[in-house]
């Protein structure tokens, strides 16, 4: 049943059509992402209304991964990287970008109407730390820019000194992704120039 729900949800990711000159073209996630029926990393194409048909009973969050301009229906919205806005379930929406270049948006969908759901910006100047504990599950962490961080997670018990486990170095261009188990987590930037990322939890 769960593997149904998936397959259904992200069905209705794929119906997102443009509609430009009366075409009707498939919109596909640019990233496969691991948990299906919790978020997709979707492009939208330059100046082409696109439909999206709402299925969630609680809505859906839409997060931009640069600073954009969006049609949303008939609103104009200004939205910075890594912001976040909520569009409501049960409904079509057509989205629309006004950007000069095709633009990346993640959609992630609300199952509970008190569901927990924590997205956060984080932006590391070159040598900088952060860090994150994540106790509910995975955290889905989406590059603003290109990454390269050394993630060490803390093995030790939450009110014990910190046990590092061996440490490991992510590297990933802007749009791509990468998930971080649940715990605390030390991250470091290994770049030469500040890095920013998305996280967004459940």
């Known amino acids: ?6 397959l259904l949800f992200f069905s209705m990711l794929l119906s997102l059509c443009a509609h430009a000159q009366g075409a009707s073209t498939p919109l ?19 100046n082409t209304p696109q439909e999206f048909h709402a299925s969630s009973r609680y809505g859906f969050v839409l997060v931009a991964l640069s600073d954009s301009d969006l049609l949303i229906d008939t609103q104009l919205i200004k939205v910075l990287a890594g912001a976040s806005l909520k569009l409501a379930g049960k409904g079509v929406h057509t989205l629309r970008s006004l950007e000069p270049s095709a633009l990346q948006i993640v959609l992630v969908r609300i199952d509970t109407a008190k569901q927990s ?36 997670r803390d093995l030790g018990e939450s009110d014990g000194p910190w046990k590092s486990a061996p440490p490991t170095t992510i590297s ?3 749009g791509h992704f990468f998930w971080l188990k649940p715990g605390m987590h030390r991250l470091t930037n290994l770049g030469r120039t500040k890095a920013g990322f998305v996280s967004i939890e459940w």
């Not at 596909?28 to 330059?46: F, N």
């Not at 984080?122 to 603003?144: F, K, Y």
Request: glycine residues 4%; negative net charge; without cysteine.
């Open 1 to 6: 049943m769960q593997r149904l729900a998936a």
């Open 28 to 46: 596909l996630p640019t990233h496969s992402i691991t948990h299906p029926g919790k978020a997709a990393l979707i492009m939208l194409p330059v």
């Open 117 to 152: 759901l924590t997205i956060s910006k984080t932006s590391l100047d070159p040598g900088g730390q952060s860090e994150d504990a994540s106790d509910r599950n995975d955290t889905l962490v989406i590059a603003l820019s290109s990454l390269t961080l050394r993630d060490v």
């Open 172 to 174: 990933v261009t802007p």
